[in-house]
């Protein structure tokens, strides 16, 4: 994998071996009767992260969170919070509270007193608990709202009580289930960087559950995509995207090309990639962790290929390969063209229209020539 | 950003008066799970499954004067526990044309009860279904209040529409007809059960007719059935569970009724549960009465299992 | 779809079916006349004559007692029945404990009554209780049926029942017990309400059971009510019924008001 930038000063704790994390799932594993839920997770998340679990519907991320809210038991492993083992504290004795994605407003409690309902349970003073909400519903932007009953709200205001209401108790952790599932999506859009503001202002650690990759990208510090009931990649959003470590992180953020090829070279400094299906060598700028010979696979963005009519000077006699045009989508900033390789396969290739109207673009049925850069994909061995 | 540990998690809360109760229950190993389940199963255990326990042995007793009215079942003499078992009530039910008429005549008259009932009840339930939102509420609601107001009382009300100089009769004298013999016959105990046991038709069908969904049916007109076809083909076939549901709720007590044809039949309308009744009540052989209640038990335990699998059936949807 | 004629007048005609009777009963409640069926002139005579019969408000009292009583319990077990099959997912012997709740809904009432009159004639003699037989018999044989119906209603509302709600209570620190009260116990109050509604209904309707299960000098309303119809038809009876029928008719007409203004409405735009 590729070396990454490293800031002078980093403000990013899972960056130094000796931060201490303030969640720590260690080897944990959830059956349900037979099936594996979640299989052998780790996990550490440090103070004020805004922490993402990325997956599919029954990749598990939503057990994992549940857990960690202590509505299931893990069958095997720990939890800890705050260096505190909290396995076996049931959910009402845990300094964590909880955004449902149906909300789980209480129906028969107008705003206020659902807010409310954390506070009296702590047998918080009365004034304080009215100066609280108060602070809350000002927080949420919701100061006029607070005799309503949660079914005389929008779905956007629903999803703020929700909020103020998991926010009541100043939990130091704080877990959100799908948190914009039900909203529209330019609501999704505005609530998203109001999420953000909140998290940045309270300083509250998020976990947030979500199947939407555009919103993990949006508002996670890191990302923990899950598959099957294990971790696949943990990372920083770019690294998510940019450096994927298997093929399903690959093929599971963003589109991706994917192509099957065998090594040829294999040096400290770079690597050569023989791949049929390309119809060409891929040099690759950097050392890969492999053997001569090995059948490996090498990923590559849209975005990061270039298209062109002429054969672009040959980059070590690799990198270069060529195609026909069979499909071009024009979506406005950028066109993405559907290009078929001779050996049969398709590739995506998508070019920004930095000209207006150019009637120069490359269209249907035009031989094309493909090239990238060295270090423009990204070398996968599982 | 520090690294330091600042401790956040406050110490343990002051325990509540509830946790303290859960605490001192769990110590015992009585969870609020096992209360739950214990109250409910114990009573249905003793109130339900050990009388028809009992009601089974002492069937096999023999009748006898005195206090209670029949052979004890275990006798002590000089040290020996000795069991009697007596066959004769159900070597009488049998034997005896009275019992094997009457259980036939209930199972007619009951089939052919539920099969009227399903005929008057399924267009009810299918209009109510398919009737707009406002008016659904309020047709439910007609449907289910007669089944509200007193079973009893809406066979009484039945006598008075059907009497010789009832209501019907006097209509029809109004056009000059002459006055029907309905009050004594079969054929009022068929009206009886139609009238008493319609919603408890027309509630399952409607449960299953109002979840099919509308674009089923524009399905099948769409692709070229018309609305008798599409009501074989479609509805009926997706309504059989509500179908099997309803006809068993009616079935399963008409077999066992009894005000209906005491109230409404004549002398020769022969129910088994009017002859249980009489075996109890006129004749005080108690014996006789569990035999007769045990053969009951036995008819309607299949038409029990149908309603159960068609009610699972219902419940997945 | 198209809409034909055939099933509104089904549905017509069905509900006439369903109504005529009792409306012809309701009318003739009114007649002057001792003869029920001969209209002879408006009168509410046969309803000050019902409140000067001891016997029938004696076994009225009884009755209600009895149906206020048994709903209640009926409440208590059917509500505990519905939880547990509900939310306890698996445990042993759940076949027999569903099959133990339902059966008495379908039971023909002969059955039922006989057997426990049995049961209670044979706990007597072995046990000494319950010495004889009246009202505490007859209240345990009605919680017993009405807890199977009790148990259907509280069901249906606890399967929709969104459990998040309790998690919910549960993450803002309510123990189990607290958030029972709290939250399951306010969402599942109509069906609770008209669960009770329903036992208090079929315990005062009840002719057979309370016959087996009634001892000398407990004669329930129906088991009166019987008596005097196998006589024929008499004005009084009428008068009873319509009563009845008038308070049943107000009570289901309130809750379904009720339950209709706590419906959630839709949420505003």
Partial sequence: MAKKPQLAIDTRPWRDPAAKPFVRIKNVTKKFGDTIAVHDVSLDIYKSELFCLLGGSGSGKSTLLRMLAGFEQPTSGTIEIDGQDMTQVPPYNRPINMMFQSYALFPHMNVEQNIAYGLKRDHMPKGEISDRVAELLALVKLQDYGKRKPHQLSGGQRQRVALARALAKRPKLLLLDEPLGALDKKLREETQFELVKIQESLGVTFIVVTHDQEEAMTLATRIGVMNQGEIAMIGEPTDIYEFPNSRFVAGFIGSANMVEGVVTEDEPDHVRIRSAELGCDIYVGHGVDCAPDQLLWWAIRPEKMHLSREKPEGLNGANVTRGIVEDIAYLGDMSVYQVVLDSGKHIRVSQTNSVRGNPDAITWDEPVFVTWGDNAGSVLTV | MTTAHEPTIPPPRRLRPWNAVERRLAKVGISGRVLVLLAPALWLLVFFLIPLAVVFGISLTTKQFGRPPYSPLLTTEGGTVQLTLHLNNYIRLFTDNLYVAAYLSSIRIAAIATIITLLIGYPMAYAIARSPDRWRNILLMLVILPFFTSFLLRVYALTGFMRGNGVINQFLGLFGMPPLVMMQTDFAVYVGIVYTYLPFMILPLYTTLVKLDTSLFEASADLGARPLRTFLSVTLPLSLPGIIAGSMLVFIPAIGEFVIPSLLGGPETLMIGRVLWDEFFTNTNWPRAAAVAMAMLVVVVVPIMLLQRAQSTMVEK | ?269
């Fill in chain 3, 1 to 269: 779809m198209r809409r034909g004629w055939f099933l509104p007048i089904a549905a017509a005609l069905g509900f006439a079916f369903l109504y005529a009777p009792i409306v012809s009963l309701v009318i003739f409640s009114f007649n002057e006349s001792k003869l029920v069926t001969v209209w002879s002139g408006f009168s509410t005579k046969w309803y000050a004559e019902l409140f000067k019969d001891p016997q029938l408000l004696g076994a009225a009292w009884l009755s209600l007692q009895i149906a206020a009583v048994s709903a209640t319990m009926a409440l208590v077990l059917g509500t505990l029945a519905a939880v547990a099959l509900v939310r306890f997912r698996r445990f042993k012997g759940r076949t027999l404990f569903s099959g133990m709740v339902s059966a008495p809904l379908v039971m023909p009432d002969v059955i039922t009554g006989l057997s426990l009159l049995l049961l209670f004639v044979a706990m007597e003699s072995l046990l000494g209780w319950p010495q004889g037989r009246g009202m505490l018999t007859i209240i345990i044989a009605h919680a017993t049926f009405c807890t199977a119906y009790v148990c259907v209603v509280v069901q249906s509302r606890l399967s929709d029942f969104d459990r998040s709600l309790e998690e919910a209570a549960m993450d803002l620190g309510a123990s189990p017990i607290r958030t029972f009260f709290d939250v399951t116990l306010p969402i599942i109050a109509p069906a609770l309400v008209s669960g009770w509604l329903l036992g208090f209904t079929l315990s005062l309707d009840d002719l057979v059971i309370a016959s087996f299960v009634s001892g000398p000098g407990s004669s329930t309303l129906p088991m009166v009510i019987f008596s005097k119809v196998k006589l024929g038809v008499s004005p009084d009876v009428n008068a009873l019924a319509t009563i009845i029928i008038g308070i049943v008719a107000l009570g289901v007409l309130g809750a379904t008001i009720l339950q209709l203004r706590a419906r959630p409405k839709k949420a505003r735009p």
